[in-house]
């Protein structure tokens, strides 16, 4: 017969702070890893809107002459503060870069609100080993 073991809400807790101190050492590690790279690394800041009445089939494009399609730009996207939760709960997302001065988006639910979204451009070095 199995042996059920209980365990405190003590125990628990003690568990609970373990893996968050954890996460936060891990978090940490990434981000010195990070941070310098972003530092020394060339970026270009781009900055679309997204109008809500440009929305067909849940896909609208947007142009920007610094949108490249290169394999050696990497991108980030990001909704702006006043929009993120709109952005998030209509899964707007971003689809690769395959046409210079260009980028389409795509959505789950189409957005009732314009969207402001900060496009960062990286440039990575690309390494085959």
Not at 58 to 71: F, H, M
Not at 101 to 122: A, D, K, M, S, W
Request: hydrophobic fraction near 40%; charged fraction near 25%.
């Amino acid at each position: 017969m199995a042996e059920t073991k209980l365990t405190s809400l003590g125990q628990l807790r003690k568990l609970a702070e373990r893996a968050l101190q954890d996460s936060q050492s891990r978090i940490s590690e990434v981000l010195e890893l990070i941070i310098p790279l972003l530092e020394s690394a060339q970026h270009t800041g781009i900055t679309v809107t997204l109008p809500a009445e440009n929305w067909s089939g849940r896909i609208q494009t947007v142009q920007d002459e610094s949108l490249l399609a290169d394999s050696k730009y990497w991108y980030i996207v990001c909704a702006d503060a006043d929009c993120f939760m709109a952005a998030s709960e209509t899964g707007v997302k971003a689809d690769n870069i395959t046409t210079d001065g260009q980028i389409t988006f795509r959505c789950e639910v189409t957005p009732v609100e314009n969207l402001t979204l900060y496009i960062l451009r990286l440039e990575v070095e690309q390494s085959n080993e």
